[in-house]
């Protein structure tokens, strides 16, 4: 049982365009959600994370939106650029019940950016 | 800091063999987790620590599998016996409380032949 979907295996896109990559979870109490990078033979490297009492987070050309009401989260890469080829995790954590202090990981989407 | 540092890099092992991977998270961080990677599941959560002590090991797929922290620097996964699909990178992480960004290390690559 996912609690955490990247439905999307791989997304290929051009340089210089939009990479859109999409997350969806079904825990409600998961308020705390992030975007891991990760290349191949290395560990993921954190990329940004939103709250859930944010709806969007921005860092350089990195944004992150989140739609409580539809469970979902999105990966904004503009302008896409070569360097970013890589598997994007999402993941997702609960602050409080049992689980608090939990982090769980989609299985990622392969982005390959094309010159 | 060195970061979250993992041991060995790779580890080739017989079926049936005890395997010991290792950590050493970040000073101070109060969560340590034990996650492994494949193809067919990505990411999948084994077991997390909240300041030494296992918080949820529901993620451990066999009682093949067990962890141990008995310090705040330092937690062990061990496999006994190994089985060829326990072939997986492992990686540990630990943040330093909860919302926050968690770090990697660098996973151990398993192979059970």
């Known amino acids: 049982d996912q609690q955490v979907k990247q439905n999307s295996p791989s997304l290929s896109v051009q340089e210089g365009r939009i990479s859109i990559l999409n997350c969806d979870y079904t825990?409600?109490?998961?308020?705390?959600f992030l975007w891991y990078k990760k290349y191949p033979a290395e560990g993921p490297t954190f990329l940004i994370s939103i709250s859930s009492i944010k709806d969007k987070n921005e860092d350089g050309r990195f944004t992150v939106f989140l739609n409580k009401s539809a469970k979902h989260l999105s990966l904004h890469i503009v302008p896409s650029q070569p360097g970013d080829s890589a598997v994007y995790f999402c993941?997702?954590?609960?602050?409080?019940?049992?689980?608090?202090?939990?982090?769980?990981f989609g299985k990622g989407t392969k982005l390959s950016v094309k010159p | 800091d060195a970061g979250v540092i993992q041991s060995p890099r790779h580890e080739v092992t017989e079926m049936g063999q005890e395997v010991t991977l290792r950590c050493k998270p970040i000073s101070g961080h109060d969560y340590l987790f034990w996650y492994r990677q494949t193809m067919m599941r990505g990411l999948e959560l084994l077991i997390y620590?909240?300041?030494?002590?296992?918080?949820?090991d529901s993620g451990m797929p066999e009682d093949r599998f067990s962890a141990k922290m008995p310090n705040a620097s330092f937690s062990t996964l061990k496999i006994q016996p190994s089985e060829p699909r326990d072939s997986a990178v492992y990686f540990c992480?630990?943040?330093?409380?909860?919302?926050?960004?968690?770090?990697f290390g660098q996973g151990t690559r398993l192979t059970v032949v």
């Open positions: 992480a630990s943040r330093p409380r909860q919302n926050t960004e968690a770090f």
């Open positions: 993941a997702a954590s609960a602050g409080w019940g049992g689980s608090q202090g939990n982090l769980i």
């Open positions: 825990n409600s109490m998961f308020d705390y």
């Open positions: 620590f909240n300041n030494n002590v296992p918080i949820d």
